[in-house]
């Protein structure tokens, strides 16, 4: 990916789409001429036939609203198509859509024949970028969506989750709060997604390393209702227990509570689990977990600001 290619990303799905700089002469022409030349292209818009407009096959959403639609589609009826859809030309009479599957398929169903579209160069690499960027900026998105469409935007774009951050304007320490709940089992992933359970009590679940011992947290949690804090505790109290594979000297090694009390508090502000060893002499260690190159430069990161 080439500096000027990241330096537009970095602007946002704005950028991208960017149109402003079509002065009026320019737009009446295109209107009226109703043809884009490559020069034009990225700053045109055109009413374009919807039988000349294919989908994007790199969409990352897959499901639309029946009902949504039906009201879009009334609304398109009375108003037309309020914010143009962003396609690129392929061939001659022939484009691909980039962005607005969804603005598209209600034009389709208020029966119009063509659709104001963003006419622009893009090659596959940008109309995926484009296509996941718009999608994570809805606002209907769950968390494990909007994760998802993180680590599809990182993999697909090959980003480090501190590019990808600076590219959404988002914190990185929230980047990769998200990302990680893909580790969590697909049970409780559906859960998330199913609305569940929230954001924070994922985020509670993640200190848990025993797969085990994480789904019995999850069917505490879901069962009995427990709140964000409550689900914090009960991570606290299974963490606490003896492991039933240690030593006979369990007893002599429980962890006091102010030494806990500290464990769990950097826990929490590290978003990830944090071991505190302690000899009787006052020296000792502390152990911060982390799970891939991306989550150490983010934990060296929190540490050192």
Do not use: W
């Not at 480090?160 to 709060?177: C, D, H, I, M």
């Not at 709140?227 to 505790?233: D, M």
């Not at 060893?277 to 152990?287: A, F, H, P, V, Y």
Request: aromatic fraction near 4%.
């Amino acid at each position: 990916m080439t500096e000027k290619k990241k330096s537009v990303l970095g602007r946002g799905l704005s950028a991208l789409l960017d149109s402003n700089d079509t002065t009026e002469r320019t737009r009446e022409k295109q209107y009226s001429n109703n043809i884009a030349s490559p020069q034009q292209q990225g700053s045109v818009i055109l009413n374009i036939p919807l039988d000349q407009i294919e989908v994007n096959p790199f969409q990352p959403r897959t499901t639309f609203e029946e009902e949504s639609l039906n009201d879009l589609a009334d609304s398109i009826k009375v108003h037309g198509v309020i914010q143009p859809i962003t396609v690129r030309k392929i061939e001659n009479n022939k484009y691909q859509l980039i962005a607005g599957e969804r603005r598209l398929r209600a034009s389709k169903l208020a029966g119009k024949k063509d659709v104001p579209s963003f006419v622009r160069l893009a090659s596959d690499q940008e109309s995926i970028e484009i296509a996941l960027i718009e999608n994570i900026q809805r606002e209907d998105l769950n968390p494990l969506e909007i994760a998802i469409n993180y680590k599809r935007l990182q993999d697909e774009c090959d980003l480090t989750q501190e590019e990808l951050a600076t590219r959404l304007g988002k914190n990185r320490s929230s980047v990769t709060n998200f990302i990680r709940l893909l580790r969590l089992p697909p049970d409780i992933q559906a859960g998330l997604r199913d609305e569940k359970i929230t954001m924070g009590h994922a985020k509670a679940l993640l200190a848990i390393d025993n797969p085990l011992l994480l789904l019995s947290a999850y069917k505490d949690v879901t069962g009995k209702g427990l709140s964000v804090r409550q689900t914090e505790e009960l991570v606290r109290t299974l963490e606490s227990k003896p492991k039933k594979n240690s030593s006979t000297n369990n007893k002599s090694t429980a962890i006091p509570f102010t030494i806990k009390k500290m464990q769990d508090q950097l826990t929490t502000a590290l978003s990830t689990k944090v071991l505190i060893n302690r000899s009787n002499d006052g020296k000792g260690e502390i152990l911060i977990k982390f799970y891939n190159n991306d989550d150490l430069d983010r934990l060296v990161e929190e540490i050192t600001k």
